[in-house]
């Protein structure tokens, strides 16, 4: 079982904003990546660290982090943006790595 | 840009040994930064496999530990994974992926575009 909970399946009508959440005890201690992934495709970085993104990620995609609890929000969501979304952070003993099982997101 | 690039067997027998290699371009593995392979079952989420770190220190899943090796070749420029024993659980696209070395950036970026290998006899 992952050490990272997400929703399996989130939805948001064209245009608005949706939040992704991940939940996890060693999210305390450090950041959470995210990770965008299309059917045969790989993953693809969207956010790391606190809150940034690596060239070429639209700024309507955001990170934050509260408590045991990342979030990686979409404002004005997109056609284009209907993918598998993934954390990943180091587990609580900090010399391994785990990621979450995943949130499908669909664009209406 | 750096680029990685996984080959190795797409097919491997039952308790057979699963070997996979990842080529690393524009950008010298030595120089630093952990490099890590990543799995994913048909249909599946991601599972992480292990990582290296440019020195030789590796780190590996706990589930996996007993059954994988990860090594580095510097004078090939290239990772490469060993996973033995494998039965048809282990049948998955498994990508490798460079992996920042600070806990403030240890994110997986950029990704090769994975290889499937698939466990029959």
């Known amino acids: 079982s992952s050490e990272l909970t997400q929703d399996p399946a989130v939805s948001v009508a064209l245009g608005q904003t949706v939040r992704i959440t991940c939940q996890g005890d060693s999210l305390r201690s450090y950041y959470a990546s995210w990770y965008q992934q299309k059917p045969g495709q790989a993953p693809v970085l969207v956010i790391y660290?606190?809150?940034n993104r690596p060239s070429g990620i639209p700024d309507r995609f955001s990170g934050s982090s509260s408590g045991n609890t990342a979030s990686l929000t979409i404002t004005g969501a997109q056609a284009e943006d209907e993918a598998d979304y993934y954390c990943?952070?180091?587990?609580?003993?900090?010399?391994?790595?785990?990621f979450g099982g995943g949130t499908k997101l669909t664009v209406l | 840009q750096v680029q990685l690039q996984e080959s190795g067997p797409g097919l491997v027998k039952p308790s057979e040994t699963l070997s996979l290699t990842c080529a690393v371009s524009?950008?010298?593995?030595?120089?630093?930064?952990?490099w890590g392979w990543i799995r994913q079952p048909p249909g599946k989420g991601l599972e992480w496999i292990g990582s290296i770190y440019h020195s030789g220190s590796t780190y590996y899943n706990p589930s996996l530990k007993s059954r994988v090796t990860i090594s580095v070749d510097t004078s090939k420029n290239q990772f490469s994974l060993k996973l033995s024993s494998v039965t048809a659980a282990d049948t998955a696209v498994y990508y490798c992926a460079r992996q920042g070395e600070d806990p403030i950036n240890d994110s997986f970026d950029p990704w090769g575009q994975g290889t499937l290998v698939t466990v029959s006899s």
């Open positions: 524009g950008y010298s593995i030595s120089s630093g930064y952990y």
């Open positions: 990943n952070s180091r587990d609580s003993s900090g010399n391994r790595w785990v």
């Open positions: 660290g606190k809150n």
